[in-house]
């Protein structure tokens, strides 16, 4: 038994340094096929570019079809728009590579839809163009979740390619509705539960990215609820020297109210959101000290000179494990350039507050409903406010000492020769929890993002280099994953 | 002589009729031309647009032009744009009709640049295509101001195409910038205060609307300071989930200070503004309480329930002659429909105080630049504040017994058989006080757009009935000009 561990082993490093060398002599190749879906404006907020959305899963199917994976669109259903319309959701593509019982069956989860961009936002480049400078891969998508996608499928080929039997089988669930929620999703996985999900042992996620330049592995993300609150008083916009100091203007009234949910120094001010966060432990205290981040360079990536706090175990958990509201915009006002003296008769700002251990999203909906209700009565104002929660996603929390983190640490070593971070993500995989909760399944999130990747933002970008060697970290961690016991 | 005057009185009538049915006669081509300028999208606030505002002025020049007369296109330079480079400003027609020194001379000033709008605003119509529903005229710029500069144009045709003398010489101003405060104006009116404004009697703008269906002369403006405050943060967008909880955000920061500009009662909190203005007297109240204005017909055609007051004075003294501020909207955050989980880098609050006697615009720069200053430096933020004034426009106000009003009255009189009301309007029109300071002329206000015309906003109209008997109106007013002493 010993000397087959060992020569077991040995033919993983073989097979692993050839599917490495194989990945570095098809860099070129995946780069343009990143290029390829890149070009594909599937932004999933904006319903005018679902067709969009939808080619792109369309051509992730063909992709895995072409690969010979049992590949399906499964549909999903549509979606409710504002003025009760509907409109169909982009279809969910699964497929599968091998169906080997004596091996263990990881599912790898990502998305290939996107956020919004416009050149006009500040992008040095057109964000549906990659385009390579210095390395860097710069376009809408390229990190946030292309990349990653592919290097997964880009995986399963090398071994394809090589003639090397995939040391597990592999399944895959790409959506394309991630940016605004994962709306229909949820479902799609009860209902697969028993099929698809059934011979399923472990799911990875790559949807995240490195805290610095050391690799790590994410073991918690915060959860989000989206909220709309809309001031509505005239029937339409009115001319502001016409009727301004006759009105009881709807801007005022949200400036009002949006001025209450968060103090300058960063306090939510909405009754019941701190009480119901998790106490940090000593142990997360002293884990969050020994992490690599440099708060200098953290403050000259974003460019800032002052940060809310000065030090790294209340920054990290600011980030990760407490809540947070952001105030993203307000639509129906004047928001071009230019002036313009209109007083709107209806805006509607968006804000969002992160979710973390033990806040509840429904519970946070009727507290944030409440008291802007309450803020608002005060005022006294004859215009109408309407508070709806678009999104309400949960936070998710994984075991570190689950077998599935020690072979990711394995991996990681393999391919970079150092430890990893272990860190949670201060953003929102809202799928995970579901993942978690409905299937039973252990889960991990295994990044290949860059710490400065800009996602969200203008000027996104993947660089070669994790592209490239997060590709070679998913064939190594395939190889550590078919060693594991089987649950 | 009395008989020569009674002459003169029934010469006036017989022409006033014959060019009255002139005017019904030709309402559809006065139509049609208001169609063909409405087409033209004149958005003075938009610097991509610049080519048509000059098509516009070059449209207007030649109509002058066709009717004989001696026009001019006015080069009057360039406007300076916020990142440093200039675009040429639309050039200012000036044209004359007559020179006989023993008649008067009135100036008649307009223009026909627009304000911004888009079918998706809320319009029901194409706004850039006149569309006739019922007797009204939709579209933008039909009340504001490209109608009421035909009518003028209109009165001086019905002249000439029925071989009567005008009564007194006309001259035109027009320009092309004054939904953004008339820049570049000013300094040409200067430049010809001893040339083209030398033999101007009187200036007359028709460039407001009437109260109520009752006609009415306006004696006051408001004038406006626009501000532009900014808040700049990180050096590009981020994801909220990622960096929300570790940086300030300007957006914050940007709400708490918008929301100390005013109070839900509508109380302006900017230190000695409201100490500025000059009290109401006794005689104004007075004035006031006679005005036709029905506060019912005022909340059910804006839809709002209540309004910031409750009884006639205090609403006609807040909307004419108290300053107001209002704030129009945020540029730099997410304003689209749908969700965007984005902490905007630099956001850049809009918003206008409408000025009245005594104010002074640069008083109340430094006022509100130096109280919004001081708001933001107690958050302690590291985010850098600007405040700007981009425009800083002078209220004007008019001695209502000066013999120009009562020839108005008596035009009015004549052409609808009512006493107009005697209003002042809320909006702004950044030149009539230039004028007045630098020709040192008489200025009278005769607006013929109506009440519900919805200026700056949706739906913006000009009923065939205020275009058609406002013609007339002109027409009218220039016989009782003709009578009036030369100064």
Redesign the interface.
């Known amino acids: 038994i010993k000397s087959f561990t060992v020569f077991c082993s040995l033919l993983n490093v073989v097979h692993y340094d050839e599917l490495s060398q194989y990945v570095d002599s098809h860099q070129e190749e995946y780069v343009q096929t990143l290029r390829d879906w890149v070009a594909v404006e599937s932004d999933s907020?904006?319903?005018l570019r679902r067709p969009d959305c939808q080619r792109m899963m369309d051509m992730t199917a063909e992709k895995l079809q072409a690969m010979g994976g049992k590949v399906e669109l499964v549909d999903i259903g549509v979606q409710e728009l504002p003025d009760g319309k509907t409109v169909a959701l982009p279809k969910v593509v699964t497929a599968q590579f091998g169906s080997d019982p004596s091996k263990q069956t990881v599912c790898v989860y990502g998305h290939v839809d996107v956020?919004?961009a416009k050149l006009e936002?500040?992008w040095a480049t057109e964000p549906y163009n990659l385009t390579d400078i210095n390395g860097n891969l710069y376009g809408r998508g390229a990190s946030d979740n292309k990349a990653p996608v592919l290097a997964w499928i880009h995986t399963v080929e090398a071994y394809q390619a090589l003639s090397i039997d995939l040391p597990v089988n592999v399944k895959f669930i790409i959506e394309g509705m991630e940016e605004?929620?994962s709306n229909g999703l949820d479902a799609m996985i009860v209902a697969q539960k028993d099929t698809f999900f059934s011979d399923v042992d472990y799911i990875i996620i790559s949807d995240c990215?490195w805290l610095s330049r050391r690799p790590a592995l994410t073991y918690g993300t915060?959860g989000?609820c989206?909220f709309f609150a809309e001031v509505e008083?005239?029937?339409?916009?009115?001319?502001?020297?016409?009727?301004?100091?006759?009105?009881?203007?709807p801007?005022?009234?949200l400036?009002?109210i949006?001025?209450t949910l968060?103090s300058?120094s960063?306090k939510i001010l909405i009754p019941g959101i701190r009480e119901a966060v998790a106490p940090l432990s000593d142990e997360e205290w002293k884990m969050y000290q020994d992490i690599e981040f440099d708060i200098e360079s953290?403050k000259s990536k974003?460019?800032?000179?002052?940060?809310?706090?000065s030090n790294k175990v209340d920054?990290l958990a600011?980030?990760w494990r407490?809540?947070?509201?952001?105030?993203?915009?307000?639509?129906?006002?004047?928001?071009?350039?230019?002036?313009?003296?209109?007083?709107?008769?209806k805006?509607i700002a968006?804000f969002?507050i992160?979710q973390v251990p033990n806040m509840d999203p429904a519970v946070v909906k009727k507290q944030v409903t409440d008291y802007l209700n309450s803020v608002f009565a005060?005022?006294?104002?004859?215009?109408k406010l309407k508070v709806t929660m678009?999104?309400g996603a949960k936070p998710w929390l994984a075991d570190t000492k689950h077998p599935l983190y020690e072979a990711g640490k394995a991996a990681v070593k393999r391919v970079f020769n150092v430890e990893p971070d272990l860190i949670r993500?201060?953003?929102?995989i809202p799928i995970a929890k579901t993942f978690e909760d409905v299937t039973g399944k252990s889960i991990i999130m295994m990044p290949i993002g860059g710490f400065d990747d800009?996602?969200?933002?203008?000027?996104e970008k993947m660089s070669r280099y994790n592209y490239i060697e997060g590709t070679k970290l998913f064939i190594a961690y395939l190889h550590e994953v078919a060693h594991l016991k089987k649950d």
């Not at 008083?233 to 203007?249: A, M, N, R, W």
């Not at 974003?302 to 706090?309: D, F």
């Not at 005060?378 to 215009?383: A, D, G, I, L, T």
């Not at 993500?425 to 929102?428: F, I, P, Q």
């Open positions: 907020s904006d319903v956020q919004p936002d500040g605004t929620g990215g915060r989000n989206y008083g005239p029937k339409q916009d009115l001319h502001s020297g016409v009727y301004g100091g006759t009105v009881i203007e801007m005022t009234d400036i009002g949006l001025d968060i300058p960063g953290f974003i460019g800032v000179s002052q940060l809310m706090y920054l600011h980030r407490y809540p947070t509201v952001t105030i993203h915009g307000i639509e129906g006002g004047f928001s071009g350039p230019g002036s313009k003296t209109v007083i709107p008769a805006v968006k969002s992160r005060k005022r006294k104002s004859p215009n678009i999104i993500e201060g953003g929102t800009g996602l969200h933002s203008q000027n």
